[in-house]
């Protein structure tokens, strides 16, 4: 297989299980089931050049092409046994083994020394201010009309809450210490 995963490939593959479904369906339930908080669908033409290569690699296959006077014609892809394989393959690595993904965050933070103390606490600041909003939009994304959403659905959403609640108590911690003065350096390459 010469394929990496992706979270768009698993996406694919994942929502392929519930039936044939056509690239524009597959964008639009990414995006009405909120998961593109976790998968960028935001260009078309990843997600087809995405389909294309699973296509190529055997773990789809297009089927009929569906006809609507309000639409152009629109390719149907079906999920193959190597498909189902793959995405239960990749699932089980993804959920079992931790992996260096190289966010932008600790990328900054480890030219921090580039700026004042006092510049990164506002940063940092900020970047807590910004965090608590996303909190709030997380915790509004685990109810839908005042009723609970079933938390298999969400476990994705309540992974990020987590993560951005540690993440915010972390850099208040940091920001206290860079006030009293605990943590400091002098500003300027090393």
């Known amino acids: 297989m010469t394929i990496r995963r992706s979270p768009l490939a698993l996406a694919i593959l994942g929502l392929l299980e519930n039936g044939p479904m056509h690239p524009y369906g597959i964008q639009r339930l990414i995006k009405q089931w909120g998961k593109d908080e976790v998968v960028n669908v935001g260009q078309r033409t990843s997600l087809y050049r995405m ?13 009929a092409t ?6 152009p014609e629109r390719t ?5 046994e190597d498909g189902r394989a793959t995405c239960r393959e990749w699932l089980a690595e993804i959920l079992t083994t931790p992996r260096n993904e190289f966010p932008e965050f600790p990328a900054a933070l480890s030219f921090v020394m580039l700026v004042t ?3 990164a606490g506002e940063l940092l600041g ?5 965090l608590s909003e ?3 939009v997380l915790d509004a ?8 959403i079933p938390r298999f659905a969400l476990l994705e959403t309540e992974y990020q809450r987590a993560i951005a609640v540690a993440e915010a108590e972390w850099i208040d ?11 400091t350096w002098k500003p300027g390459p090393v």
């Open 66 to 71: 569906e006809r609507d006077e309000r639409y």
């Open 126 to 130: 900020e970047r807590r201010d910004h």
């Open 134 to 136: 996303r909190i709030a």
């Open 173 to 183: 911690r940091i920001v206290d210490d860079l006030t009293t003065g605990t943590l």
């Open 117 to 119: 103390p006092e510049t």
């Open 76 to 80: 149907v892809y079906h999920l193959t």
């Open 141 to 148: 994304e685990l109810v839908l009309e005042g009723e609970p």
């Open 51 to 63: 389909i294309v290569r699973l296509e190529e690699e055997g773990m789809i296959t297009a089927g």
